[in-house]
């Protein structure tokens, strides 16, 4: 990797979606920001300040490069960097799966912020079912991986996401699928490839 | 630049007048507002970048500036865009007023007569050059190691004159560790029966015995061990086998340690190398606030980049973490690179692609002119 490499992508739908969440003018953590390109437009679009975590090189560098605020370090080590409700909202989109500590991560969560939105792949989507109906893991686009290289370490569907935020004392304030940008109200844990919760602690 | 007003330092003496060793690249722009100003580390000078060049104008050997990887033409600070003023702190052997010159008071060589100074008063004096420069605010101030201390304390001292700061493989104040080592290096120096009380000019001799120690324990923990072992392993500079000396260079480490010593002696002042260490254990803005890092920061109002590097103990990344956590404290903006290198403390020194690039992007997209 050479010192100007920039990766500027844009937002996906997904993202831009889960940005209508987020309160203008916020505070925002983003738990494994990637190439900052959500938090960029945060910043950028909705008034918000903050600051991205990621432990890739690559995506840190992409980071400073755009302009937003990364700290780089392993989420497995924990939050203690940042204190109690220091911040509107804590983002941990697409990062729980790859996490070994994600029970804890989402308390963490909730800890430093006053409502959390955490998005995931959800293996409920109905084309993952039938996959492992056929007796196969599931390849799909959000989980373009297979079952033998795959850097998901957790995955679960809408339910298997509520019952563990009830049973953290979490409360949920909104919950729906995305699918290609659209919101997915009706039956989302089979109809939609990704899950989004917003939370706030009881 | 010679400086007649005098300074008050931070141990109550003061230094009459003084003069100040810089060198700058590129051009100050119209408005004066792309300086950038490198503090330098322990044993390093004004001289950044670039290289000498003889009488006949070829390259003088080894005459590169220590941070040449990273200033210049092109690199991540470039100094096309920025003008970069590297600058040799009071106290030094390379310039400025030190110990070497000639106290103005006693028509004698200071020696150890010279003030003890602290990251502060560098900063006080680094500040006035601006002055005389006429650039009231830095685009940026860097610096590795000690020079991350000066450039994190330019921002508590002058924060309404730094826009950015750059710290690297640095620390909020040393730990006993990190002191230990100091108190090592400078007994190695005064108990060398060249030493003469710090007044060994007088004498006509050098205690280069003691800063031959000195430097060898300081590379000792400049260095990681896996770079140590990949280096020189075990290997011994007589390959027919070992001698059963306990007097001779038997391992290569050891010839290695024995020449970066030498060289030391040849070029350092004693007097100068107790200054420093001791003006590196002093440093702790925390500790007018009752160790409370995050109150301390509460002045800078700078954004910051910082870096540290996995394998570096003399200053680790956690150290760097509690300047972040303190700035996260006081909501300001920072962006932290800890660089997987293997090189310890030195990799700041180091042209690595990740470290590169990551400051060279914070130039690039933050640092306005």
């Keep these: 990797m050479t010192g100007t490499t920039q990766i500027n992508l844009p937002p996906s739908p997904d993202q831009l979606s889960i940005a209508r969440l987020v309160p203008k003018g916020s505070r925002v953590l983003d738990l494994g920001c990637g190439t900052g390109a959500l938090l960029d437009y945060l910043i950028r679009e909705r008034g918000c300040s903050g600051y991205g975590v990621e432990i890739d090189d690559a995506n840190v560098q992409a980071c400073v490069a755009r302009g937003v605020n990364v700290i780089q370090f392993n989420l497995e080590d924990g939050l203690a960097l940042f204190g109690d409700s220091s911040f509107d909202v804590v983002l941990q989109i697409d990062t729980l799966q790859h996490l070994r500590n994600a029970e804890i991560m989402l308390r963490e969560t909730a800890r430093v912020g006053r409502i959390g939105i955490v998005a995931f792949p959800n293996f409920g989507h109905w084309p993952n079912r039938l996959a492992v109906l056929r007796g196969r893991m599931p390849v799909t686009k959000v989980l373009p991986y297979q079952w033998y290289d795959t850097p998901n370490i957790r995955v679960g569907t809408l339910r298997d996401f509520a019952a563990l935020a009830s049973q953290n004392r979490l409360q949920i304030l909104d919950s729906f699928g995305l699918q290609d940008g659209r919101e997915i109200r009706f039956w989302p844990n089979a109809r939609a490839s990704r899950a989004v919760f917003k939370l706030q602690r009881a | ?369």
């Design chain 2, 1 to 369: 630049m010679h400086f007649a007003d005098v300074l008050p330092l931070r141990s109550g003496a003061s230094i009459r007048a003084y003069d100040l060793s810089y060198e700058t690249y590129g051009q100050l722009n119209a408005d004066k507002s792309n300086a950038v100003l490198i503090c330098h580390a322990l044993n390093a000078s004004h001289h950044v970048a670039g290289v000498y060049l003889d009488e006949s104008g070829q390259v003088m050997s080894k005459s590169e500036g220590w941070w040449d990887t990273m200033i210049g033409p092109g690199k991540p600070v470039d100094t096309n865009r920025f003008f970069v003023i590297g600058v040799n702190n009071l106290g030094s052997c390379f310039g400025s007023t030190g110990p070497m010159q000639t106290n103005p008071d006693t028509n004698e060589v200071y020696g150890a007569d010279f003030p003890v100074v602290t990251v502060q008063d560098w900063v006080d004096a680094q500040a006035r050059l601006l002055d005389a420069l006429g650039i009231q605010t830095l685009a940026a101030v860097m610096g590795g190691s000690l020079g991350g201390m000066q450039a994190l304390s330019w921002t508590l001292q002058y924060p309404g004159r730094v826009r950015h700061a750059v710290v690297v493989a640095s620390a909020p104040n040393l730990t006993a560790e990190n002191i230990a080592f100091n108190e090592v290096a400078r007994r190695a120096i005064v108990t060398d029966p060249d030493f003469h009380g710090g007044h060994f000019y007088k004498h006509g001799v050098l205690p280069k015995r003691g800063l031959r120690i000195a430097r060898m324990i300081g590379h000792i923990t400049y260095l990681s061990d896996d770079v140590m072992n990949e280096k020189f392993g075990r290997q011994l500079r007589d390959a027919t086998g070992i001698k059963f000396s306990t007097q001779d260079v038997e391992f290569q480490i050891e010839s290695y340690l024995r020449y970066q010593g030498d060289k030391f002696a040849e070029y350092f002042d004693a007097n100068t190398y107790l200054l420093i260490t001791r003006a590196l254990d002093y440093f702790d803005p925390a500790g007018e606030f009752g160790g409370d890092l995050s109150r301390a920061l509460a002045q800078a109002s700078a954004k910051f980049l910082l870096v540290s590097f996995t394998t570096d103990w003399r200053f680790s990344p956690a150290r760097s973490r509690e300047i972040v956590k303190a700035l996260l404290d006081n909501q300001v903006d920072v962006s932290y690179a800890e660089i997987d290198a293997p090189h310890g403390h030195d990799a700041f020194l180091l042209d690595d692609a990740r470290y590169m690039g990551v400051v060279r992007s914070y130039f690039e997209s933050k640092v306005s002119v």
